[in-house]
Structure formats: structure tokens, C-alpha cells
């Protein structure tokens, strides 16, 4: 019975001297495949998004729109405060609610907003920590929470808390 051994040789920086080292240099024309194969991909996949309609400008409805949410919570009494259309194009949500309630027997009041997106992507560099603060709220802290849905569903989020 022969047996075969198999020998691996691999280069290594080990025995040379250090200014003899060999660099981790790429060949041009590797490098120009790879950005030619990336670019490529990137253009492939916008035309096949746009030929499959997978990404609409038109606004992903809730089974349930946002200003279903209660005007009435215990004490606190809402009133709905308007978003200018300028201010809503540039958030870019697909739908919103946004109230100031008000307690009826303290006068203490808090502003809600509520937004939803269905392609958070969309809204980039549109954040509650960075847009908040451009209008003068503080930002206290944010933490994740769970809503749980009429059906039961648990759906998670962040909350984000400010003042002004």
C-alpha cells in the first residue's frame, strides 16, 4: 500500500528581509473588473427594480390609517396640528399623525407625532435626532418598545423623547 502525500507551498513575508517584503499590491486590470462588475450590478439591479415596479411612489397604506389613533385618551383631549405639504414631501412618510393633547384637567400638554414608511431607505438622513433638534426640541433619549396591534401582533419600534 503506497501512501501520498500532498505538499501546499505558499508564499510568506517570513524569511525576507523587511524592506524586501512583498506588497499587497492588486494588478490594474483586476481592479478595473471589479469596479466594471460592481458598477454593472448596481445599474442591473436599478433597471430590474424599475421594470418589476417593486418600488412605487405612491404612498403604502396602513389597513388602518394613522388618524384613527384616538382625539380622546382619558383626560387628555387631542387636536390635530397641520404639517405643511412642503414639510410632508421632504419627510417622505406614507402616512403621519400628528396632535397636541392637551390634559383637561391640568393643562399640561404633549405634541405626538406619529410616522410610518414603508421604505425606511427612502428617508435617509431624514431622522428624529437630526430633524428635531434643527427645529429646537432637546433630544432626551431614545429606546426601543414594543405596540402591540389591535390583532395581537407585536410590532417593535423606537421611541424618541424631546422637549422644548
Not at 104 to 118: I, L, N, P
Request: aromatic share 8%.
Amino acid at each position: 500500500m503506497t501512501r501520498r502525500h500532498r505538499a501546499v507551498v505558499t508564499p510568506t513575508n517570513a524569511g525576507r528581509p523587511a524592506g524586501r517584503r512583498r506588497a499587497g499590491r492588486a494588478r490594474p486590470g483586476v481592479l478595473l473588473a471589479a469596479v466594471g462588475l460592481l458598477v454593472a450590478s448596481g445599474a442591473a439591479y436599478r433597471m430590474a427594480v424599475e421594470y418589476l415596479g417593486t418600488v412605487t411612489a405612491e404612498p403604502i397604506r396602513l389597513p388602518l390609517p394613522l388618524a384613527r389613533i384616538p382625539a380622546q385618551i382619558g383626560l387628555w383631549q387631542g387636536q390635530d396640528v397641520p404639517i405643511p405639504v412642503n414639510v410632508q414631501k421632504v419627510a417622505g412618510n406614507d402616512d403621519f399623525m400628528s396632535r397636541l393633547y392637551t390634559n383637561e384637567r391640568t393643562g399640561q400638554w404633549v405634541s405626538v407625532y406619529v410616522a410610518y414608511t414603508a421604505r425606511p431607505r427612502e428617508m435617509l438622513g431624514h431622522r428624529p435626532r437630526v430633524c428635531y433638534p434643527a427645529s429646537g426640541w432637546v433630544h432626551d433619549h431614545t429606546s426601543p418598545a414594543t405596540v402591540e396591534a389591535v390583532s395581537g401582533r407585536r410590532v417593535p419600534c423606537l421611541v424618541h423623547r424631546f422637549h422644548w
